[in-house]
C-alpha cells in the first residue's frame, strides 16, 4: 500500500516570502503521479500542481514550484511570493493506475499554511 | 464551463438512518470519486465509479454504497448511520484513466 507523510502540521511565512512545504510517499511502482493540493477555509480542494513521475523535469504553475526527488521519494512544495490568498491546508497526494481506466489518490495528513501580513 | 458540484451543502442526520449525497461530474469527465475527510484529516478514497460500475473501492464498509448514471452524476448512500460517519464528503470527477482528478465544494454530514 502506498503512503503520503506529510512532516509539517503547520507553517507560517510573512506575506511576499518564500515557503517550502515538505512530503515524502512511499510506493513500490515506477510509474505514478504525484499532486498538491490545497483546501481553504471554504473546504474547496483546488489542484495546485501535479508531477509524472517519468518526468525528471520538475513542474511549475505561476509561484508555485515542486521539487521532485524520485530516488528519494520526496516531492516538496515552494511557494514564491505568498500572497494572503495562498492561506490553506495544503495536502501532498499520490496516485497510480489501478486497473480499468481507475486511478485513486492517497492524500497526506495536510500542512496548514498561513501567510503573515 | 461547470465545475464539480454536490449537494446538500450540509446535512443532519441521527444514528441508525439512512442519507444520499449527491455529484454532478464537471462537464466532459466520466468518472466519479467518492472521498471521506474526518475533521483534521486528509481525504480516504472510498469508491470509484465509470460506466455506472464501481471500478474501485476502498477500506469501507457495505454500509457505504453508491450509484452512477447515465449522465455520469453519482449519488453515496450510507446506512445504519454512525457517529463516526460524521464528516466532510468529496466528489471528485476525472477522465477514465487520467490520473487528474477535480473535486466539489463537500457535504458536510453530521451524525447525531
Known amino acids: 500500500a502506498q503512503t503520503v507523510t506529510q512532516s509539517q502540521p503547520e507553517m507560517s511565512v510573512q506575506e511576499a516570502e518564500t515557503v517550502t512545504l515538505s512530503c515524502t510517499y512511499d510506493?513500490?511502482?515506477?510509474?505514478?503521479?504525484l499532486f498538491w493540493y490545497k483546501q481553504p477555509p471554504s473546504r474547496q480542494m483546488i489542484l495546485v500542481i501535479r508531477q509524472e513521475a517519468y518526468k525528471q523535469q520538475n513542474a511549475t504553475e505561476n509561484r508555485f514550484s515542486v521539487n521532485f526527488q524520485k530516488a528519494a521519494k520526496s516531492f516538496s512544495l515552494k511557494i514564491s511570493d505568498s500572497q494572503l490568498g495562498d492561506t490553506a491546508m495544503y495536502f501532498c497526494a499520490f496516485t497510480r493506475y489501478s486497473g480499468a481506466g481507475s486511478y485513486q489518490l492517497t492524500f497526506g495528513k495536510g500542512t496548514k499554511l498561513s501567510v503573515i501580513p | 464551463d461547470a465545475g464539480v458540484t454536490q449537494s446538500p451543502t450540509h446535512l443532519i442526520k441521527t444514528r441508525g438512518q439512512q442519507v444520499t449525497l449527491r455529484c454532478s461530474p464537471k462537464s466532459g469527465h466520466d468518472t466519479v470519486s467518492w472521498y471521506q475527510q474526518a475533521l483534521g484529516q486528509g481525504p480516504q478514497f472510498i469508491f470509484q465509479?465509470?460506466?455506472?460500475?464501481?471500478?474501485q473501492r476502498g477500506n469501507f464498509p457495505d454500509r457505504f454504497s453508491g450509484h452512477q448514471f447515465p449522465n455520469y452524476s453519482s449519488e453515496l448512500n450510507v446506512n445504519a448511520l454512525l457517529l463516526g460517519d460524521s464528516a466532510l464528503y468529496l466528489c471528485?470527477?476525472?477522465?477514465?484513466?487520467?490520473?487528474?482528478?477535480?473535486f466539489g465544494p463537500g457535504t458536510r454530514l453530521t451524525v447525531t
Open positions: 465509479y465509470y460506466e455506472e460500475e464501481e471500478r
Open positions: 510506493t513500490s511502482e515506477n510509474n505514478y503521479y
Open positions: 471528485a470527477s476525472s477522465l477514465v484513466g487520467s490520473g487528474e482528478q477535480y
